[in-house]
């Protein structure tokens, strides 16, 4: 809780800088933009993916190993060792991205427009790369202050280099702003990483390539799990975008920012902390499976109250962000919103298959599920528009929780506590009812019953930390500070 609460309020704080962002870039570029501006991160976060190979989140646990022993040389050779592969990854991602940049933007855009768009967006996935393996040090080492420091300076930077841009230059803006945001994040990302006081260490080429063997090894497989889903991810939107148009990926972008961004910031800010965490008793099934009813629980209890806001209050929500242009999403947001119940728990359990180092198990899971994802976005967009993206969300995270489940309990004797299950049906439910009251009442029932609603789950998620937690006490401790 004490990571979830630094993280959560770093996140907090992105979010209303990334509100602001958003709105400008919802009234000076519009649903176009964003979908030109989409279609190029996602392409290029594809690349990243396939040349990157999951350094950065494999490394995390050799860090945090060689820091705990308390082996300051131990911990410069894996810290010297690691730092090379990411420059030699992330050239390799910005080579590719060059000299692939005609076919990435006759595949992306279906024209080669953008092809020098694509040369010059090509130094982020360098930028990028050396950034997230600085942040990987950080990780590593639990400087969760540096981090959260890190996050909270880059986006008003990000805020105020980037507005400037689109209100001058419009959608010509797009690249230059991406560029100096991953700029940016290197900046800021090295001068953090440099109070490490990591001292420095001669390793040779050939303990280089021992060393990072296995930091390469089950980083492979994190990234092929990784571009699975950002394959998927680039699919659908190529079949947006040649079935209803590039606006129309511009909507689908700004409804899951909304869902996974605003509302997903309760997954980011926990899995910093949750991963090493859940690692850590890996070795037991009994307290693994205490952990994740634990995580499980904490997740629902804080989104819970959350969803059920954006049910009810939906169109003010797109409103605010973006402007009346993007009110097309929110059916599909409705039903997102439910699917997000079944994504928390079954992110959960899923964590579990990394942390017992079962990484073919983890990648044909995540195979199987991309593709049921896949066929069933295309299958609901085709039929239902963007609503049917919505189902497909929501269906696709069901059958998912089903999976993980089953496999956690074949493989590991999982299961899930009848705490976590009451609170699973009794916020669902709750959901259920802010659903069927928003599409079947007039506007002003709605809002009442969606406040009553709302003031429930919050009473109850409020009950269940506190016998959790002991909020009550440490509400009235801060109070007493000030």
Not at 57 to 74: H, K, L, M, P
């Amino acid at each position: 809780m004490k990571a979830t609460s630094i993280f959560g309020g770093v996140q907090v704080f992105q979010i209303i800088i990334g509100v602001i962002r958003s709105k400008f870039i919802a009234v000076l570029l519009g649903p176009l933009g964003m979908g030109i501006s989409g279609l190029l991160t996602t392409t290029t976060g594809f690349v990243a993916a396939l040349t990157n190979f999951g350094l950065t989140t494999s490394a995390v646990r050799d860090v945090a190993a060689a820091y705990s022993t308390g082996n300051e040389t131990r911990l410069a050779i894996v810290a010297r060792v690691f730092r090379r592969w990411v420059w030699v990854t992330g050239m390799l991602g910005a080579v590719l991205t060059a000299a692939l940049s005609p076919w990435l933007s006759e595949i992306t855009f279906g024209n080669r427009d953008y092809t020098f768009a694509f040369i010059l967006i090509s130094i982020t996935l360098l930028l990028n790369q050396i950034s997230a393996g600085q942040g990987v040090l950080l990780r590593g080492m639990r400087k969760l202050n540096y981090m959260a420091q890190s996050g909270i300076i880059g986006s008003v930077i990000g805020l105020i280099t980037t507005i400037p841009l689109y209100y001058y230059y419009g959608i010509k803006g797009i690249v230059p702003g991406i560029i100096i945001a991953s700029i940016t994040a290197l900046l800021l990302t090295w001068f953090y990483a440099r109070k490490l006081n990591i001292k420095p260490i001669y390793v040779s080429k050939v303990r280089t390539l021992a060393e990072g063997k296995e930091m390469l090894r089950m980083g492979f497989i994190i990234s092929l799990s990784g571009l699975i889903a950002l394959g998927a991810s680039y699919i659908v939107r190529l079949f947006i975008s040649n079935t209803g148009g590039v606006e129309q990926v511009g909507l689908y972008n700004a409804g899951f920012a909304i869902i996974n961004t605003y509302v997903g910031m309760v997954f980011t800010a926990m899995s910093t902390d949750y991963y090493p965490r859940l690692s850590a008793v890996a070795h037991s099934n009994e307290e693994s499976r205490k952990v994740i009813n634990q995580q499980a629980e904490i997740a629902l209890l804080i989104l819970a109250p959350i969803l059920i806001v954006f049910l009810v209050f939906i169109n003010w929500v797109v409103i605010l962000l973006y402007s009346k242009q993007f009110l097309p999403v929110t059916a599909m947001i409705y039903w997102a919103a439910l699917g997000m119940f079944f994504k928390a728990a079954s992110w959960s359990i899923a964590f579990l298959f990394l942390a017992k180092g079962v990484s073919k198990l983890f990648l044909w899971n995540e195979l199987l599920t991309n593709g049921i994802l896949i066929g069933s976005n295309i299958i609901g967009y085709y039929y239902f528009g963007l609503t049917g993206l919505g189902i497909s969300f929501l269906i696709t995270y069901l059958l998912y929780l089903i999976q993980v489940y089953l496999v956690a309990k074949i493989y590991f004797e999982f299961q899930f506590d009848v705490a976590f299950g009451k609170i699973f049906l009794l916020q669902l439910g709750l959901a259920l009812i802010s659903f069927l009251t928003i599409n079947f009442l007039n506007s002003y029932l709605t809002y009442f019953i969606g406040i009553v609603l709302i003031t429930c789950s919050s009473w109850y998620s409020f009950r269940e930390l506190d016998k959790r937690l002991d909020l009550r006490s440490i509400i009235i401790s801060i109070r007493n500070k000030f």
